[in-house]
């Protein structure tokens, strides 16, 4: 017997069967609950428009609120969960608005209003979240909502005047917490979200092509755009020890399904160039629901996670059932869609060392826009610089070759030397020999060579002159 998709939709409990795990959280609301508020601008998760909130128990008991993308989140995902859309705002009585929706009235922030439900969400969450907030606060949590009519300004002044609140948490929010995990069918597609790990190599080896959902952020195009059959999904954000970040004297260990948002608040302290990167991968609402493993097994050549992680010389533990194997992430990328990864095996966690003092580090990320921009070329760079020579070089790139890769020509150049222009030079000239990239709507080769080579004496400057910071984000290539 198939269990029921349990979740509160704003104040009122909702019991789900007979609906298809593939149906998109934006479907339901828009086509079975007529809650007409949440729009659909894109189906991808790129405007903003179909932003809502989604509150859940922390595995430390406090509930936590977050902005997604309803329109690339599969509804069984909402198991044990509250939704939150734009109706939930007003007040019983209606005659009272919301402080975000009043400020955007005050602010005139709403020109043919379709964008504003989204706008006021995002601004909904951030409020929540922060008290006292920047202006880069603010940007950073719209960046994700775009506005077609270019009303951005007043948008920003209701920001800075909504004042302060905090998102009641729902009693009933404890009360449909699943002790085990759940299992769902309807037309004919099966969905699992397993609570642990072993539960989840017992579902693999059953259902070896199971395709394993984790933040959806890709998996959700995979049907709104290409209109795939997925006859078994297994969801892996159930899973406590795969959302678990953990400090060890010697490494932090990323479980598979940390989010962006949570995975970076862990890695950023590591450099400041982290925190600009994290800033500019895609937009606040995909940050809450992508994690920093399925960006990793996924193996896409131009993910921004792997470049600065294989730099810092990451490791991924792989497991099948209670087995558990460690490899280099380097090594996990073979070829163009090619992976190291077995039938019935699943990333566990990324492990990634504790960065030494005398280790110089950077990332850098180009692209056509600051915000919202799959890149053109994406670094990461580290050196281990003893008693003033280059004992380790680790130069990675994503964007440059069928999969992220290290430019081992430019490391050996540089390996063994002491870290001068001169020999930065060098290394970016025997570049050449470590990829042949290639031209694509986002950039020439040329401009690919030529930026991969000037990273790397961005990389130069910024760490042999201090207190020079330089700032490149946008090309025409």
């Known amino acids: 017997m198939s269990d029921t998709i349990r979740f509160i939709l704003n104040d009122t409990p909702q019991e789900i069967s007979g609906i298809s795990p593939l149906t998109t959280v934006l479907q339901y609301l828009r086509e079975d609950v007529r809650l007409k508020g949440t729009k659909e601008g894109c189906a991808e998760g790129d405007c903003g428009a179909c932003t809502a909130v989604i509150g859940e128990i922390g595995d430390d008991g406090v509930p936590r609120y977050k902005a997604v993308n309803s329109c690339i989140m599969f509804l069984p995902v909402l198991d044990g969960k509250q939704l939150i859309t734009v109706e939930y705002l007003k007040q019983k009585n209606g005659s009272v608005l919301h402080p975000v929706q009043k400020a955007m009235v005050n602010c005139h922030a709403s020109q043919c209003g379709f964008c504003t439900p989204g706008f006021v969400m995002s601004l909904y969450a951030l409020g929540h979240e922060k008290d006292d907030r920047s202006d880069s606060d603010i940007q950073n949590a719209i960046a994700g909502n775009l506005c077609r009519c270019t009303g951005y300004r007043p948008i920003l002044d209701a920001a800075r005047e909504m004042g302060q609140f905090k998102i009641p948490a729902h009693p009933g929010l404890k009360n449909i917490r ?53 006859p078994v999904l297994i969801y892996t954000g159930e899973i406590r020890s795969l959302r678990r970040v953990a400090e060890t004297d010697t490494a932090l260990e990323i479980g598979a399904s940390v989010s962006y948002t949570d995975a970076f608040r862990h890695l950023v302290p590591i450099d400041d160039s982290l ?39 990451a490791e991924l533990v792989l497991r099948k059932g209670d087995d558990t194997r460690t490899i280099p992430i380097e090594d996990y990328f073979i070829d163009y869609g090619v992976q190291d990864l077995q039938k019935g095996e699943f990333l566990e966690k990324i492990t990634v060392p504790k960065k030494p003092e005398h280790v110089l580090f950077k990332t850098y990320k180009l692209s056509k826009r600051f915000d919202q921009d799959i890149s053109a070329v994406c670094s990461g760079f580290s050196l281990k610089v003893e008693n003033g020579t280059i004992s380790e070089a680790r130069l990675a790139y994503g964007g440059m070759a069928g999969t992220p890769k290290r430019a081992a020509h430019a490391e050996a150049a540089l390996t063994g030397q002491s870290w001068t222009e001169e020999n930065c030079r060098t290394a970016m000239r025997e570049m050449e020999k470590d990829f042949t990239p290639l031209t694509d709507m986002r950039a020439s080769a040329a401009y690919r060579m030529q930026s991969a080579q000037n990273l790397l004496y961005r990389f130069f400057i910024e760490t042999t002159a201090p207190g020079v910071k330089t700032r490149v984000y946008s090309h025409a290539g």
């Open 275 to 313: 925190d600009e990167l994290l800033q500019r991968f895609a937009s606040v609402q995909i940050r809450n629901s992508g994690t920093l493993g399925g960006n990793i097994a996924n193996g896409s050549p131009i993910g921004d996670g792997a470049p600065f992680l294989i730099a810092l010389a």
């Open 178 to 230: 699943r002790e085990n995990g759940l299992s769902y069918t309807a037309d004919n597609i099966k969905f699992f979200a397993p609570h642990k790990a072993h539960e989840l190599s017992a579902l693999l080896a059953e259902y070896p092509d199971a395709v394993l959902l984790s933040g959806g952020t890709d998996i959700g195009l995979w049907v709104t755009k290409h209109h795939k059959e997925l």
